[in-house]
């Protein structure tokens, strides 16, 4: 079955130093992969996402991700973290044949510390 | 464009009364989630539709809940009858396709006591 792990419930960070969430899949093939990032009491947003081609993807906000086919991870980075970045964040995947809905894993909790 | 729109953002009501959770896809998304995030299990998917057709209801935990879409601009998500255990917050997502992606609306928090 497919899934999505995000091994790191909460994380703290230092504001202004780098920060790495990881996430790993389980699919059969090679799936289109997202984050996503929510702010208490808000939806989703989108961050940023995989399709093909480079393997490191650029997003909003001054984030990135690299997707790594032979650990089947996906992994968000930010070289240097703002206390506005202290928000909840997902990391989705989306089977590459049409009619499959996005499957979420249970999300990271970002504190940043001054 | 407004983007996805939800209502009630909040919501309180006593067990065993019927809920109505309503939500306004984004205008020209052919594909409509919705989605249940507690604490314990994530984010869910409950059912989605596709040109106000509903494609994958595996995700509904019980025949309390029912969903439709009668047109393209709206849908709903009802629990009849509500249990403590349904509180949660539920999104509306919608999107131009099902497997890429999903935008959000704000979601409804609702909290059966």
């Known amino acids: 079955a497919q899934s999505v792990t995000q091994p790191d419930i909460h994380i703290t960070v230092s504001e202004g130093a780098s920060l790495e969430l990881r996430c790993n899949y389980s699919y059969g093939a090679t799936p289109y992969l997202f984050w996503y990032v929510q702010s208490p009491g808000q939806g989703l947003q989108l961050l940023l996402k995989?399709?093909?081609?480079?393997?490191l993807v650029q997003g909003i906000k001054g984030f990135e991700a690299e997707f790594k086919r032979s650990q089947s991870s996906f992994n968000l980075r930010k070289p240097s973290v703002h206390w506005s970045d202290a928000a909840e964040y997902f990391c989705a995947v989306g089977a590459r044949q049409a009619g499959t809905a996005l499957i979420f894993g249970k999300g990271t909790t970002l504190s940043v510390s001054s | 464009d407004a983007g996805v729109i939800q209502s009630p953002r909040h919501e309180v009501t006593e067990m065993g009364q019927e809920v109505t959770l309503r939500c306004k896809p984004i205008s020209g998304h052919d594909y409509l989630f919705w989605y249940r995030q507690t604490m314990m299990r994530g984010l869910e998917l409950l059912i989605y539709?596709?040109?106000?057709?509903?494609?994958?209801d595996s995700g509904m935990p019980e025949d309390r809940f029912s969903a439709k879409m009668p047109n393209a601009s709206f849908s709903t998500l009802k629990i009849q009858p509500s249990e403590p255990r349904d509180s949660a917050v539920y999104f509306c997502?919608?999107?131009?396709?099902?497997?890429?992606?999903?935008?959000f609306g704000q979601g409804t928090r609702l909290t059966v006591v």
């Open positions: 539709f596709n040109n106000n057709v509903p494609i994958d």
């Open positions: 995989y399709f093909s081609g480079d393997t």
């Open positions: 997502a919608s999107g131009s396709t099902a497997n890429t992606e999903a935008f």
